[in-house]
């Protein structure tokens, strides 16, 4: 009840139920900020159990959510001007998809909140409606003989559902398909730059400390010509793994991400060229900033996989066979020939 | 989704057995890359390559005719479990999964 986005109470013959808006406060939209910038994330949770959205009656639908706040967010505000009933269950604070494919978003729970939450006295009718990426976890058939409800998967996506459910609860296929446009793929990328930003900070340090000490001339002076080389690659490839990889996935060449990911750092370095290989000090110099772009951005490409909606485990287990050890090698001939070029200079 | 985004040829794990379908519709109905259609009463697999694995027709057949080994296609998730790490390092926001 005294979470700040209950906005009242509605009475039931189940007790009293936290009633919300499906008008997102400026509160709500700047803790979807700070989600997808990875700032608190996963302690961004919403009290399982019932809620009742606007004014339903007992005739009124059952949605059923994840306790993601986001999730949660996303389900209310898609469902404008309606009134239903928001069942949200115990996710652990994870969203719909993945909870499910852990299992937290599953038959066991969802049985357990319908029952907890006395729903049968809510509501005259029996049918819950599921997001459909709960079907990892959710064996809809098992769900009526164990809590009296139907289990009906309702599209992909929140947005869908007023038009499903104008529908008769009828999704047509491009409803039922889970895509990665361009937007889905952008939204990620603050989380996917704050993460590796923290390595970057880490690295770039033990790089300016090390050209400081190897350099010619004094610590500071040395520091700054020499570790700026390895600094802007690696930085150059975390621009390219973490930002072009998503922004061109459906168009950089091959199918591992990893693969894509080595095509994005070399379209980066063509990009930067005057910045990295081309007033490099020398030959070693150079080679070494393209093999550091190239293979921290097949690394975080590869490690893309994790965001993205269509990777098997299966095929990232395949690509990483041949990626990491790539990728390794790739990054110990970075440091090899950037240290071997501070001794022959 | 196909288009351009089609993950790795040939490696899914997904096995399905004609001989136990009843032909309910659910695995069309849940696959999110539409790797079931049915077809006179049955199912049959039209796009293998697309299916991830995670493996919401297999529990929502009612006859157990699909299995997969499911898991979480991520790379940071493999990393992890090989150094013996556990935790959500990876867990996307609402797109992808972890
Ligand atoms: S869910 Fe099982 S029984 Fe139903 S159509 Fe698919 S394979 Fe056949
Ligand atoms: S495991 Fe998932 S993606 Fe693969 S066929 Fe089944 S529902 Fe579709």
Redesign the pocket.
């Known amino acids: 009840m005294d979470q700040p986005f209950v906005i009242g109470r509605v009475e039931t013959a189940a007790g009293t139920i936290p009633q919300v808006s499906s008008q997102l406060t400026g509160r709500d939209r700047w803790g979807t900020v700070k989600a997808r910038w990875g700032v608190g994330r996963m302690h961004y949770t919403v009290d399982p159990g019932l809620y009742a959205l606007g004014e339903p009656g007992s005739e009124a639908p059952v949605l059923v959510s994840a306790n993601y706040k986001l999730s949660f967010d996303h389900l209310r505000s898609a469902l404008k001007d309606r009134c239903a009933w928001i069942l949200v269950l115990d996710t652990k604070g994870i969203n719909v998809w993945c909870a499910a494919g852990k299992g937290t978003f599953g038959t066991d729970e969802l049985v357990f909140r319908v029952q907890a939450s006395g729903l049968d006295r809510v509501v005259n009718h029996r049918l819950l409606i599921l997001p459909q990426l709960s079907a990892p976890g959710v064996a809809a058939h098992k769900v009526r003989s164990r809590c009296g409800f139907k289990a009906v998967f309702g599209p992909v996506e929140a947005r869908d559902l007023p038009a499903f459910l104008d529908a008769g609860m009828q999704a047509t296929p491009t409803m039922r398909r889970k895509r990665f446009g361009l937007y889905d793929r952008m939204v990620l990328i603050p989380v996917e730059l704050v993460h590796a930003f923290k390595w970057l900070a880490l690295a770039a340090v033990i790089f300016f400390a090390l050209a400081g000490a190897l350099g010619t001339g004094s610590f500071a002076a040395a520091a700054a010509v020499f570790g700026l080389g390895p600094v802007t690659a690696m930085t150059t490839g975390v621009f390219a793994g973490a930002v072009l990889t998503p922004l061109l996935l459906p168009w950089l060449p091959g199918r591992a991400f990893a693969a894509k990911g080595i095509w994005a750092g070399l379209l980066a370095t063509a990009l930067l060229w005057p910045l990295g290989p081309g007033r490099a000090s020398g030959v070693l110099d150079a080679v070494s900033w393209i093999l550091g772009t190239v293979s921290v951005a097949a690394y975080l490409g590869m490690n893309f996989t994790g965001a993205s909606t269509y990777t098997s485990l299966s095929g990232v287990k395949k690509e990483m066979r041949w990626a990491v050890p790539l990728e390794i090698a790739g990054f110990a001939a970075f440091v090899g020939l950037w240290l071997t070029a501070r001794w022959t200079s | 989704m196909r288009g351009n985004l089609v993950y790795l040829k040939d490696v899914v794990s997904l096995q399905?057995e004609a001989s136990r379908?009843?032909?309910?519709?659910?695995?069309s109905l849940v696959c999110p890359h539409g790797v079931?259609v049915?077809e006179n009463g049955?199912?049959r697999i039209t796009d293998r390559d697309a299916c991830m694995e995670c493996g919401a027709?297999a529990r929502?057949?009612?006859?157990e005719?699909?299995r997969v080994q499911t898991g979480v296609g991520c790379a940071q998730a493999v990393i992890n479990s090989v150094l013996g790490r556990t935790g959500d390092s990876c867990c996307s926001l609402d797109s992808g999964c972890c």
Do not use: E, R
Not at chain 2, 21 to 27: D, H, I, Q, Y
Not at chain 2, 60 to 63: E, H, I
């Open positions: 399905y379908c009843v032909g309910c519709g659910m695995c079931f049915q049955k199912a027709c929502n057949c009612p006859t005719a699909i």
